[in-house]
Nanobody
Framework: QVQLVESGGGLVQPGGSLRLSCAAS????????MGWYRQAPGKQRELVAR???????NYADSVKGRFTISRDNAKNTVYLQMNSLKQEDTAVYYC???????WGQGTQVTVSS
């Protein structure tokens, strides 16, 4: 069973920044695409950003230019740098191993003044 552990969430003011991390126990981590998703109260889970095994990235329109996904295969870790945060970014953020059923437990991000 692959384990994914997110960290880095918290409370931040609008305009602030946070960096999320997701560490994977999967020894073949480098061959997987990785995704960050989020789920706000009363809403469906949505894809925020994805990075392929080769390092190509894509983003939801709502976060383009503000969020950056990256990975460190030597550490089996994927990151999400979030800048210029808005109240509508408030959600629980999850990482996912490829399109598998392996998800992290989630980390809460709250953007509020």
């Amino acid at each position: 069973q692959v384990q994914l552990v997110e960290s880095g969430g918290g409370l931040v003011q609008p305009g602030g920044s946070l960096r999320l991390s997701c560490a994977a126990s999967e020894s073949f981590f480098s061959i997987y695409d990785m995704g960050w998703y989020r789920q706000a109260p009363g809403k469906q889970r949505e894809l925020v950003a994805r990075i392929t095994s080769s390092g190509s990235t894509n983003y939801a329109d709502s976060v383009k230019g503000r969020f950056t996904i990256s990975r460190d295969n030597a550490k089996n870790t994927v990151y999400l740098q979030m800048n210029s945060l808005k109240q509508e970014d408030t959600a629980v953020y999850y990482c996912r191993l490829g399109l598998t059923d392996s998800w992290g437990q989630g980390t809460q991000v709250t953007v509020s003044s």
